[in-house]
């Protein structure tokens, strides 16, 4: 179940990186454009960014409810990935790469949206370790229980 939340986290990801794209395409060729200065003043994607940013932590709230074994570990650090990549972490980040003073630097979203898709993946990989693990063990406790039977039916 959980691979369907570091899904749901993964293509979040995505999403926040198209809306950013576009956000700032009137920004790519020249930063003192009017049409950038107006991205900057009012960026198309803050809003979905501050939603997506809301429901990533609630899917990787789930995610960690919901997790066993491996991917217990997995949905926290996802969890931790997601709180620590929140709006202002993004603006300061930003701020810092584009130097200067800006309303909203240009290129905030990216780092944001490439956070919620690395929590998607380290959910997905921590749900396939677990079940790779619970396969394993599964198959050794038939063994002990085979090997049990046949130590039994010798006496």
Not at 45 to 52: E, H, P, R, S, T
Not at 71 to 86: D, F, K, Q, S, Y
């Amino acid at each position: 179940m959980n691979r369907f939340w570091g899904i749901g986290l993964f293509a979040m990801g995505i999403a926040g990186a198209v809306a950013t794209w576009h956000a700032w395409v009137p920004c790519q060729t020249d930063h003192s454009s009017p049409a950038c200065y107006t991205a900057m003043d009012r960026p198309a994607n803050g809003g979905i960014l501050l939603a997506l940013w809301i429901a990533a932590m609630l899917v990787a709230a789930v995610a960690t409810f919901f997790s066993r074994g491996t991917a217990t570990m997995g949905a926290i650090i996802a969890l931790g990935i997601v709180v620590l990549a929140n709006p202002m972490t993004e603006y300061g980040i930003w701020l810092g790469i584009a130097g200067g003073h800006w309303d909203t630097p240009p290129g905030t979203g990216y780092t944001q949206s490439a956070a919620f898709a690395l929590a998607g993946i380290v959910v997905i990989v921590a749900y396939e370790i677990s079940r790779v693990q619970r396969r394993a063990r599964a198959r050794d406790a038939a063994q002990l229980a085979a090997a049990r039977g046949i130590l039994a039916s010798a006496h």
